[in-house]
């Protein structure tokens, strides 16, 4: 289940290509080197705002990044309902209505410990013909967060990297 919500939530703010132009060639978006990151950087003020408006700490089915907003999507175990929130422009919104969900560990927010300003260095370096294009935030095991990258590549493959909190590469899986 959570996989899906992934892609629900990744895929609204990530999916686009554009139109084909006047000399029939396709295009899909700007190079990776020109291309802004995922928003990683605004995801402790998501949290902030989110919990400031609901009351207090929250529980998290899981907590995503695009190049142009954070979604964080609240778990409540009473009523096995989760919502989504989307924080934009400084500004937190429902982003659906409740829905229902099954199974999973709801991740803390103070299980989070990555540095936004590292958390792509290696994957960067190593694939300098990427982008990062999503980034995702679960429940890992024991009161931790684990973390995954999404990347596409010029030719418009993707795949997805789990990470360490220091950027380090656990896994990889080809979308």
Known sequence: MIRLVIGLTLGLGAAGCSE???SGSVSTGPAPAQAAGPVVDQIAAAVTALEELLGGPQEYVEINADTRMVSLITFD???SEAQAYRYLAGVITPASEPFGISG???LRA???AFDPDRIFES???ELPDSSVVGF???AGTGETATYEAVLQSR???QILVSLGA???VLSVQVL
């Open 20 to 22: 084909g132009t006047d």
């Open 77 to 79: 175990a009473s009523s």
């Open 104 to 106: 999973g560990t709801p």
């Open 110 to 112: 103070e299980w989070i």
């Open 123 to 125: 994957l960067q370096a």
């Open 136 to 138: 995702v935030i679960l």
């Open 155 to 157: 030719q418009g493959g």
């Open 166 to 168: 220091q950027g380090q």
